[in-house]
């Protein structure tokens, strides 16, 4: 005999680890931002952009894809382009895989490796999906704190890692504060890391630290170790690709790839995304020309909200995490009515600070003033 079985609701269908999950925010919605400041120009610093536009190579390529029409599928594996990935970076092209973004191969790494109750490492204050995504499989999350002054903490790291973690993801640069680890640091979250823990090292802004001669490259510190680790990059922030949603991973090996390919659907990048990436990817000119105008506007910016009286995070990346000394919701609203988006951090223990990109001068030297004037008002 058959049990009597409730009727359902959609609320008691949801499994109870993604009913209680923070939404990822994606920063204010600029049409609303607009209607509000009544200004037809919003200046938007939420979601860490690129404000000079994409190469020539790349509209071209995206252009000639488009002419060739959208009736069919695109390539599922990617190949032409996972092929351009590896010889750019003298790997084989079987140790790449290709995300909708990188957050999507993060999905896809926690789908891929996680049980209910693995434990998790990652960075605080961090990137919001290096926690909601092994929450959504059941997995518990440990975050490593920054000192005071937002520097490694080494052994705050060696004590979360001796913990047993199945998989760890370390950001660098790291996304809010910008900060990055030296060849050094790397090198001793490498060490520490158990050989049965998945090592994943999301280099999302690692273009703007390369002139960093402090900067490591990751892939080649991972190269010659003898256990599971992939490094992410995306096309998204430098290459200024973010509509097209293209990143990629570089893993120790193609098995990895291969349980990747298991979980993901198959034709998680579209055809227009993988032929501008492939140009972007070969256009060195214009990604050297937009890291070197961010790095400026990086220390210009820095040094004008400091002489303000602003804590500013030293940055190596297109983005700064500033302390307001007052609610970082209230200053995000008081900016909104000014026309400007920024991303109002809320990770606890940092509700003071704000995470906003570099734009143009132009753009930013707004900011800067509308910031300062708010202060000045005493309105934070």
Not at 35 to 61: D, F, M, Q, T
Not at 222 to 240: E, M, N, Y
Request: overall charge negative.
């Amino acid at each position: 005999m058959n049990p009597v079985l409730a009727p359902a609701t959609s609320a008691s269908l949801i499994r109870r680890e993604v009913a209680g999950l923070p939404l990822y925010d994606p920063g204010a919605d600029p049409d609303d931002v607009a209607v509000l400041s009544g200004s037809r120009h919003v200046i938007k610093l939420s979601n860490n952009e690129n404000p000079y536009g994409i190469s020539p190579a790349v509209a071209e390529a995206v252009r000639l894809s488009l002419a060739g029409g959208v009736s069919r599928y695109p390539d599922p594996s990617g190949k032409r382009l996972a092929e351009a990935i590896g010889k750019s970076l003298d790997v084989p092209a079987e140790h790449v895989v290709l995300g909708n973004g990188s957050e999507n191969i993060l999905e896809l790494l926690c789908q891929a490796v996680l049980d209910p109750g693995d434990l998790v490492v990652t960075q605080a204050p961090g990137f919001a999906l290096h926690e909601i995504f092994p929450r959504v499989m059941g997995a518990r999350v440990a975050k490593v704190p920054v000192t005071a002054e937002f520097g490694f903490d080494a052994a705050a790291w060696r004590d979360a890692l001796a913990a047993g973690p199945k998989l760890v993801f370390l950001a660098n640069p790291c996304n809010p504060t910008g900060a990055m680890l030296s060849a050094g640091e790397l090198e001793q979250v490498v060490a520490a890391t158990p050989e049965s823990a998945l090592l994943v090292l999301d280099e999302a802004y690692g273009e703007f630290a390369r002139p960093n001669p402090e900067y490591p490259d990751g892939l080649e510190a991972l190269r010659c170790q003898d256990r599971p680790w992939i490094v992410l990059r995306t096309f998204s922030k430098a290459h200024g690709l973010a509509a097209f949603r293209v990143g990629y991973g570089i893993a120790s090996d193609a098995t990895l790839i291969q349980a990747l390919d298991r979980v993901r659907t198959p034709y998680n990048v579209n055809q227009p995304a993988q032929d501008a990436a492939v140009a972007a990817l070969g256009d060195h000119e214009h990604l050297a020309n937009t890291v070197r105008r961010t790095g400026l506007e990086t220390a210009r910016v820095t040094d004008r909200l400091r002489g303000a009286g602003l804590r500013v995070v030293p940055s190596s990346t297109n983005f700064l995490f500033i302390d307001t000394g007052c609610r970082s919701d209230g200053v995000a609203q008081e900016l909104h009515r000014a026309g400007i988006i920024v991303k109002a951090w809320r990770e606890p223990g940092y509700e003071t600070y704000i995470r906003a990109s570099l734009s143009t001068p132009e753009e930013n030297d707004v900011f800067v003033r509308c910031l300062t004037e708010i202060r000045a008002k005493g309105k934070l």
